[in-house]
């Protein structure tokens, strides 16, 4: 046992920063078909939470599946689990399948040298969704979401530099049926979880937005769920 303990902590701590995902869920709900749970739950005014990835300079998609404890809802506190499921909900996965697959392969290397892994985890990885709001970046540049406007790629990044900085972020794109729309922000945070420099690599990953106008639709009630609304508040 206390061989396997010095085994975890070792790999835990071999990472150099974080990169903090965030997705539009107004996107993720046109793409997919988002489930019933999320009447009620999702707050139309916040991004969802996608992850907190330690990473690695040489290899950006390093460490993973650390050694760990298994995930378990069992050992978070009622509140927290409520916090979960309103901003970092699984859309349309289930939501404890999502942050069971999120902490096994990312939250298992994280190392914050606490007692209560689980719940230090998902607590400080909410903390920096509401610290870093780009709902509110955007909405102070008149950026807000609508099916009738669209915006320019340069209007988007420029909100987002207002919070961040010009290269500490990436913007990820979705298209359903010719439309671009505004999907995914990573954020790459020093290990005092301060705003850094993304490495190349990780710049390389915007992807999908192109020089054209992009979307970015509300969220509301997904349509293939409109009828069964009242049924689930």
């Known amino acids: 046992m206390y061989i396997l303990l010095i085994l975890a902590v070792a790999s835990a701590t071999q990472y150099d920063y974080y990169k903090l995902s965030v997705e539009w869920q107004g996107t993720v709900c046109l793409i997919h078909k988002c489930q019933a749970n999320i009447v009620g739950l999702k707050d139309p005014r916040s991004f969802n939470l996608h992850g907190l990835w330690p990473s690695q300079f040489a290899d950006k998609m390093q460490p993973q599946n650390c050694p760990s404890p298994p995930f378990s809802k069992d050992e978070l506190p009622e509140d927290l689990q409520m916090d979960l499921q ?11 399948d999502f942050l069971s697959h999120e902490w096994n392969r990312h939250g298992s290397c994280w190392d914050n040298h606490t007692n209560n892994i689980f719940s230090d985890f998902f607590t400080q990885t909410l903390n920096l969704s509401s610290r870093f709001n780009l709902y509110n970046a955007l909405q102070e540049r008149q950026i807000v979401p609508s099916y009738d406007t669209q915006y320019s790629l340069e209007d988007i990044l420029g909100a987002f530099r207002s919070t961040l900085a010009v290269n500490n972020f990436v913007v990820i794109c979705g298209s359903k049926s010719g439309v671009t729309y505004l999907q995914e922000i990573r954020i790459c945070l020093g290990l005092d979880y301060q705003p ?24 509301e009630v997904p349509r293939h769920l409109r009828g069964a609304a009242i049924a689930i508040h």
């Open 196 to 219: 850094i420099e993304c490495p190349s690599e990780v710049l390389e990953e915007t992807d999908g937005c192109g020089d054209e106008l992009v979307s970015y639709p509300p969220f």
């Open 86 to 96: 309103a901003m970092w909900n699984g859309l349309y996965a289930d939501t404890w």
